[in-house]
DNA sequence: CGGACAACCTGGCGGC
DNA sequence: TGCCGCCAGGTTGTCC
């Protein structure tokens, strides 16, 4: 779920409820999620400490506390939203990490599958450091997205899954830039034309404007911080679609593996 | 460096 | 209904 637009909505969606507060303490069910520091260190640490802004970087929510940085992963199916303190209104039964605000109301870390990752360090750099440029940035030109990919070989997809390459895309908008721009997803990377180049990288943001725009895909676990649905996965126009007409053309469109990953494509339509 | 694959985890869903 | 196998939006580490 959540990839670059669900992330943003997340980190919109936590910015009013967070803006002014203090944790004042922290606590945790899954010590596997805390990467570092030591548990211990992480609850004394943390408490007193206030939120100073939230913000986004690839697919790491960034909450910046003072002197510290809370940095929080979401991966497959976590979610993060504020509630009152005795607020049991969801049921939610996968709650792995609480932070209490001083306003008498927590921040929420939930995580089904366990595979969500909690971080406190000084300098969130420790942690996103090798993450790629992002695809929303004004820095993010057209050149420079030429010049990494020339440097590359190999099938497109992956490369647009790889975060030290462009932080943010994953499965979903990766497939639904690929339809976008009309690559194969098989497409070798030196194989691609100027114009090509060009059109993926219009693509790339498109797909991801059109997804922050939607307020995020909720086609499973995906949810916004007040716990609303997002409305992109609506707008696909490949992804979640295998054997459904192409809106484009009408053939059938195309799931097969791809890195590992389910990906699908019009046959018809990419090249 | 590229690519294949396992691992980390649990829930939902389709099929029987 | 119940059980089983399969699949899932992410990332990292290992091996060839």
Known sequence: MPELPEVETVVRGL????????????????????????????SARIAGQPVRSVDRRGKYILIRLDPDTLLIHLKMT????VVPDDSVQDADRWVRFTFQLDNAHQLRFSDSRKFG?????????????????????????????????????????PLLLNQAFLAGVGNIYADEALFASGLHPLRRVNTLSEDEIARLYA????????????????????????????????????????NQPCFRCGQPVSKIVVGQRGTHFCPACQR
């Open 15 to 42: 910015r009013e409820p967070l803006a002014g507060r203090t944790i004042i303490a922290a606590a945790y069910t899954w010590p596997r999620g805390l990467v570092t520091p030591d548990g211990p260190i992480f």
């Open 78 to 81: 976590g979610r993060l939203y």
């Open 117 to 157: 990752r909690v971080y406190l360090v000084e300098d969130p750099s420790e942690v996103t450091g090798r993450l790629g440029p992002e695809p929303l940035d004004e820095s993010f030109t057209l050149e420079e997205f030429r010049q990494q990919l020339v440097r590359r070989s190999g099938q497109i997809k």
């Open 203 to 242: 693509a790339i943001q498109a797909v991801l404007q059109d997804g922050i725009q939607s307020q995020g895909a909720s086609i499973n676990w995906y949810r916004k911080p007040d716990g609303s649905r997002g409305q992109a996965q609506d707008r696909f126009q490949v992804y979640g679609r295998a």
